[in-house]
């Protein structure tokens, strides 16, 4: 026995000193080779437009770093708005060793040293690549030990949107005229809205999908009737589809906030209703106003863009309106439609439609199709699949459509 616990106590002592003189071996990382950039075509000003985000406005290439041990390398290009580059921004992350920057990859990196992403104010900054080992962001070595200057102008960026999904712009989950800003980068949006009596809405972060980012007055998919005192509401915000549908006495353009913090929000009335539509660009939105059919020619849309179906007044002021218009199969050998006379994003705002306000077939007698249209009603009219000479007389509310051979 006694035998036994000693050859243990030596196998023991044997495993601890090979391990020590692994620990004593182990090769201690170092740099052999700084590398260094061989190429590079920065000039010394850059102005930086939009309208060419995706244009390389200048490329890099370089020698790659050597250690006395084999280590995964990868390369990121930084910015720094000092020479000791005290506080860098990322441009790009690379495992090549040559790059071209686009505009817009330099332009989000700029913005970070502005006070605001609508400062277009020049500045001066420096560009070097530093090489990361083993995907570790943290460390690494600047290639070469260069960096190089630039003075660059940039384009207005975009704060953080949180989009208006609802009736206020149709229910589409891919419209994004309407949203709220985080303009202090404090997960707080804020913005003007206008919202029309009895709109129905709720926020989404990312457009697109239903089910996600969604942001609400309850979790479950229904709206929640709200009461607004004097000018204010004010409630809690949480993750679901739950929206809030305003009383139809309180149509106007409010002030609200959305706080994803403390999960609030609060409206707040400034004024009569106006329409607070923005383009992708973050400017106003005019509402094109006239005649439009929507339905199967625009794929159902009443944004401000789909104006496939638009009719032409036959003289100013006479509110009758023309067109000749290719109506698509909806599927089933006809096509859908009804018109309206302004496209806000709203489906109830300027519809004309079907004196039922259900579903209703054109018959073409005689060459062609009349019917009795109203004004306020959302009603679909239906027609074979084919070409047409519309009219629309919305002082007699009549439509004569005759088939085009």
């Excluded at 020590?20 to 170092?30: I, K, Q």
């Excluded at 370089?62 to 000791?84: C, G, L, M």
């Amino acid at each position: 026995m006694k035998t036994k616990i000693f050859n243990i106590f030596m196998l023991l002592a044997v495993a601890i000193g090979f391990a020590a003189c692994n620990d004593d071996t182990e090769p201690v990382l170092s740099l052999t080779s700084a590398g260094n950039v061989t190429e590079q075509n920065i000039p010394g000003t850059l102005v930086l437009d939009k309208a060419n985000a995706s244009s390389v406005v200048f490329s890099m290439t370089w020698t790659a770093p050597e250690f006395n041990v084999k280590v995964a390398k990868s390369y990121r290009i930084e910015i720094s708005n000092t020479a000791d580059f005290a506080a860098t921004a990322s441009v790009a992350v690379t495992s090549a060793t040559t790059y071209g920057v686009t505009a817009e990859e330099l332009n989000t990196a700029v913005l970070e040293y502005m006070p605001s992403v609508e400062d277009v104010s020049p500045i001066d900054v420096f560009v070097r690549v530093r090489c990361e080992l083993n995907d570790d962001p943290a460390g690494g070595y600047v290639v070469g030990e260069q960096s190089f200057p630039v003075n660059v102008t940039p384009y207005p960026g975009e704060y953080p949107r949180l989009y208006v999904v609802g009736s206020i712009q149709g229910w589409d989950i891919n419209s994004s005229n309407y949203f709220l800003r985080d303009r202090e980068g404090s997960n707080v949006y804020t913005g003007e809205l206008g919202i029309p009596g009895g709109a129905q809405f709720r926020f989404y972060k990312e457009l697109g999908n239903w089910d996600t980012n969604s942001y609400g007055s309850q979790v479950d998919d229904a709206g929640i009737n709200i009461t607004v005192t004097d000018g204010v509401y004010e409630g809690a915000l949480v993750s679901g589809k739950g929206s809030w549908i305003f009383p139809a006495d309180a149509e106007g353009t409010y002030n609200c906030t959305v706080d994803l913090t403390n999960m609030t929000v609060k409206f707040e009335y400034a004024g009569e209703y106006r329409d607070t539509a923005e383009d992708a660009g973050g400017e106003e939105i005019e509402t094109p106003t006239g005649c439009f059919m929507v339905g199967d020619i625009n794929g159902w849309s009443v944004e401000y863009t789909a104006t496939e179906g638009q009719l032409t007044e036959s003289y100013e002021g006479s509110n009758v309106w023309t067109a000749t218009l290719s109506l698509p199969d909806s599927g089933n050998g006809n096509s859908y439609f009804r018109f309206y006379t302004e496209l806000s994003g709203d489906w109830n705002a300027g519809t004309v439609g079907t004196p039922s306000g259900g579903d209703e077939a054109l018959e073409i007698v005689d060459g062609m199709a009349e019917a009795e249209v109203v004004p306020g009603n959302q009603g679909s009219f239906l027609v074979p699949t084919g070409t047409y000479e519309v009219s629309l007389d919305l002082n007699a509310n009549y439509l004569v459509m005759v088939p085009v051979e």
